[in-house]
């Protein structure tokens, strides 16, 4: 049976044409309107590498001169706390998953007090009793992404937007909400992962779905309800679209990463004109969703696009390793360092929420609209081109302490393209006063000299050798979850 919703054929640009107005009509003689569309710096590629599930104390928290933590402690029922000193290894790769749903986020957080983390379903090793939440990586594990931190750029202070599974935080990054701002939701927002009665697992979130798919939206008052996975609010793209810009989400579609293909959400990206789902794939999708080897050929081919992001079927998912998420990560920043757009190429690799792994930094709490939503716990941010400035960390590398959250990535491309925001969370306007609003990534940069770029050669680096696995590790892979 096929799903039908109302045409809204257009609605992307409807709503951003009065963005637009709103944003320019202001520009006067003195004070010119930049030119949007029109690159702002020297970049003019910005490539989103997308992961998954880490914390930011679990990769990064040892790492010298960031804000992280190295212990951790968890409630006990008798009263008191286990203290954890200092946080053991994380087992890479991990013997299970850790729940990272809303309510795995309320035991963790435990009020403010960041010490519920050891409670949360599936923290605890089922066959050796081991605190698999408050555990860490150290530097041998995932040298390049410290090696990457120590010479680029380092957010510390980066946090997920949603407070629960990868759903949600995958909408995010591509319209600044997950329903929030759309009235034609009822301002209700994601809260939950698309569930299929008929079918399962599901290889795609979205307008790909079976027509009996529902998530759980959550409205402002509190109240849930559910929804087909596949809406009609404005993104980052139908942005781009607007101003002529070109983009490309490098992704498989066929792997069970690729649920987290966000623009498979948005009927006019997924089939335009469509009004029945699921739809049969269009010109427009095939051109915008190739497969996520083609990264590496266009950016040879001196073709990347203006705005890219990348889903590698290695994610660092657990029990997918960490060694083999980031040799992956590793391979296609050398592509691009060597491909002749890297000198103007920024890369931003970013993680979609934190796997159930401890955190010691109780996230903000949004005052606004999205109350009842965000933040979730921090995430690592890298931030890697050659107009990254230099820092105080081993080797050059720049810590920035400024508030992030999944927004900041739309703000990002918004800012160097002189783009009007999407009226969503991506916008300063859409925050109260006392609000935390997220930066824009700008400030990692150092334009002053347009011409010389602080740190011009390729810094290539050797992927990791990665340990063998054995069958049944395999076998724990191919059956996870991959939310």
């Known amino acids: 049976m096929l799903r039908t919703r109302s045409t809204r054929t257009g609605v992307a640009v409807v709503v951003l044409a009065g963005v637009m107005a709103s944003v320019w009509q202001g520009a006067t003689a003195a004070a010119p309107a930049r030119v949007p569309g029109a690159p702002q710096t020297p970049i003019k590629h910005i490539v989103f590498v997308l992961k998954e599930n880490r914390s930011f104390d679990e990769y990064f928290g040892a790492l010298p001169g960031v804000n992280g933590a190295t212990s951790a402690t968890c409630w006990q029922a008798g009263g008191g706390t286990r203290n954890i000193d200092p946080l053991p290894i994380t087992p890479d790769p991990m013997p299970q998953d850790i729940s990272h749903s809303p309510s795995s986020f309320t035991q963790a957080n435990h009020g403010g007090a960041m010490n519920g983390f050891c409670h949360e379903y599936g923290a605890i090793d089922t066959k050796t009793g081991q605190d698999l939440a408050d555990t860490q990586m150290h530097r041998e594990q995932i040298p390049n992404y410290w090696r ?26 591509l319209a600044a909400q997950a329903g929030r701002y759309d ?6 927002t994601i809260s939950g992962l698309p569930l299929s009665p008929s079918t399962k697992p599901l290889y795609s979130w979205g307008c790909d779905d079976p027509a009996d ?6 409205g402002v008052d509190g109240s849930t309800s559910s929804e087909y996975p596949c809406f009609n609010f404005a993104t980052l793209p139908s942005l781009l679209d607007h101003y002529q810009l070109p983009w490309r989400f490098y992704a498989d579609e066929g792997h069970f990463q690729f649920i987290h293909a966000s623009p498979n959400a948005f009927g006019y990206l997924r089939c335009p004109n469509a009004t029945v789902y699921p739809c049969a794939k269009s010109p427009y999708w095939n051109q915008h969703v190739p497969a996520s080897k083609q990264i590496f050929t266009d950016a040879a081919a001196n073709d990347l696009p203006a705005v890219s992001w990348y889903l590698p079927f290695q994610t660092e998912h657990p029990p997918k390793t960490a060694c083999a998420g980031e040799s992956s990560t590793v391979a296609l920043l050398n592509a691009l360092m060597q491909s002749p757009e890297w000198s103007s190429t920024a890369v931003v690799v970013t993680w979609d929420e934190w796997g159930g792994f401890f955190d010691h ?22 931030v890697i081109s050659p107009w990254v400035k230099s820092g105080t960390l081993a080797d050059g590398g720049r810590v920035g302490h400024s508030f992030f959250a999944h927004p900041s990535l739309l703000r ?8 009007p925001s999407l009226g969503a969370a991506d916008a300063p306007t859409s925050y109260v006063a006392g609000e935390p609003t997220p930066g824009s990534l700008m400030g990692f940069f150092d334009f002053s000299d347009p011409t010389n770029p602080p740190k011009p050669d390729p810094f290539l680096l050797t992927p990791q050798a990665c340990p063998g696995l054995s069958r049944a590790q395999r076998e724990a892979m191919r059956a ?4």
Request: glycine share 8%; hydrophobic share 40%; net charge positive.
């Open 148 to 173: 990457y931190a120590e010479h680029y750029g380092i957010g510390d202070n980066m946090f997920a937007s949603w407070r629960g599974a990868s759903f949600a935080n995958n909408v995010f990054m």
């Open 183 to 188: 009235p034609s939701l009822g301002y209700r």
């Open 213 to 218: 798919t529902t998530v759980q939206m959550l």
């Open 361 to 382: 930094v109780r996230p903000p709490t949004a005052a606004g609209t999205n109350t009842n939503v965000s933040y979730g716990f921090r995430v690592p941010l890298l």
């Open 412 to 419: 990002f491309v918004e800012k160097n393209w002189a783009l």
């Open 480 to 483: 996870a979850n991959p939310d």
